[in-house]
């Protein structure tokens, strides 16, 4: 269900599109709304909600929301610099770093958070609901808990060697 373009500098995949009916007079009014997931490859990552009467215009207004949510993701080369774990409603995430070469183990929400953020190499679980919507929330929350050795050491007053 994940597809993926790219505008500008961004990478977008959408997550989710679900279609809501209205009923009225002449019948059932359609509206429809799309999940985002919006990165930049290289560390950072957001999500947006859009809706809209058409499936395009409820895209594109997700990743206008996505694109103003980003968050700064730690990375260690191509993985994550330690495991974590996020949550989110009943969506909980876990995600462990991997060796190089390893790939983007993981169900289609949570690859499509990892790969737009720039993750080659990461192991991940999740447990609790299959929402794609409360995983990705889940996911991200997860990447804001991530510290890089020197946030680490500079937060500490330490030097960890």
């Known amino acids: 269900m994940a597809t993926d373009t790219t505008q500008g500098e961004l990478i977008e ?3 989710k599109i679900r279609r ?3 009923v009225v007079k002449g019948g059932r009014r359609f509206s429809f709304t799309a999940m985002v997931v919006v990165g930049d490859g290289q560390g ?3 999500w947006g909600y ?3 009467n058409e499936v ?3 895209v594109e207004k997700a990743v206008k929301d996505g694109s103003r949510s980003m968050v700064p993701v730690a990375l260690k080369g191509t993985s994550i610099p ?6 989110y409603g009943a969506a909980k995430v876990v995600l462990v770093p991997a060796s190089p070469g390893t790939g983007v ?3 289609a929400a949570v690859r499509a958070v990892c790969e737009v953020a720039g993750i080659k190499d990461i192991l991940t679980k999740s447990f609790g609901t299959a929402n794609p919507i409360n995983l990705v929330k889940a996911t991200i929350s997860a990447l804001q808990q991530l510290r890089s050795r020197s946030e680490v050491e500079r937060l500490r007053g330490v030097s960890l060697s």
Not at 82 to 87: E, N, P, Q, Y
């Open 13 to 15: 995949k959408v997550v």
């Open 20 to 22: 809501c009916a209205a």
């Open 44 to 46: 950072k990552v957001g």
């Open 50 to 52: 859009g809706k809209a």
């Open 56 to 58: 395009p215009p409820a």
């Open 82 to 87: 330690h495991a974590v774990k996020g949550r």
């Open 105 to 107: 183990i993981a169900g």
